[in-house]
Structure formats: structure tokens, C-alpha cells
């Protein structure tokens, strides 16, 4: 999948292992693995949705975002990145047809 950030400071910090470790120290490797696990699928669809990536759609006011593990409780947040956003007949996201995230945060959201 293409990986685009929420804005150029991000992209920064994701682009450097140094910034990383700083910021997030021992969660780096897992933020490293998960974002070559993003960028490697075809689709969204491809991510697993059991353990160690346990990619989920969030709810309430996060509808229309996603998470995949890290250490527990953090997670790496992203939502697609088309516009407009894929959808399926029903009205959900269409997982098969999401080519691009946008790399939001990591975080403990509960």
C-alpha cells in the first residue's frame, strides 16, 4: 500500500529510526514492523486481523479509522487515504479497494 502521513513532522519521525527510538524507544521495532506490514499488503484487506498485527476498524467518534497492535496498549492509528473513501454496498469500507492509508498516531486511545 502507498503510506502517506498526517502531516511532514510525522513523516519525519517515521523516516528516521533515531527520532523513533527517541520518541517511542522500546516500541520502534514494532512501529517498524507494522508500517513495513502496511506497506507491503496489496490492500487493506491483506493486513491480518488476528495476532501480532490484529488490524480493526475503531468506532464512535474514530468511525472510519483503523489500528493495529503494538505493546500493549499502544496501537498505530491510520484511516484511508482516498478520496472519497472506497465503500461497499452496505456502507462499509471496501478493505479490498483501500490502496492508501494516512499514518495518524500511536497511541493508547482507551
Do not use: W
Request: hydrophobic letters at 40%.
Amino acid at each position: 500500500m502507498i503510506i502517506v502521513f498526517a502531516n511532514t513532522k510525522m513523516e519525519k519521525l517515521f523516516n528516521s529510526t533515531k527520532e523513533l527510538r527517541r520518541k517511542y524507544g522500546a516500541q520502534t521495532e514494532k512501529i517498524q514492523l507494522r508500517v513495513m506490514a502496511l506497506r507491503l499488503a496489496a490492500n487493506l484487506d491483506k493486513i491480518p486481523k488476528g495476532p501480532p498485527d490484529r488490524c480493526h476498524e475503531l468506532s464512535g467518534s474514530r468511525a472510519g479509522q483503523f489500528a493495529v497492535d503494538l505493546t500493549h496498549p499502544y496501537r498505530l492509528v491510520f484511516e484511508p487515504a482516498e478520496v472519497p473513501v472506497p465503500k461497499k454496498a452496505d456502507g462499509g469500507i471496501d478493505l479490498v479497494a483501500v490502496t492508501k492509508i494516512r499514518i495518524l498516531s500511536v497511541e493508547d486511545y482507551h
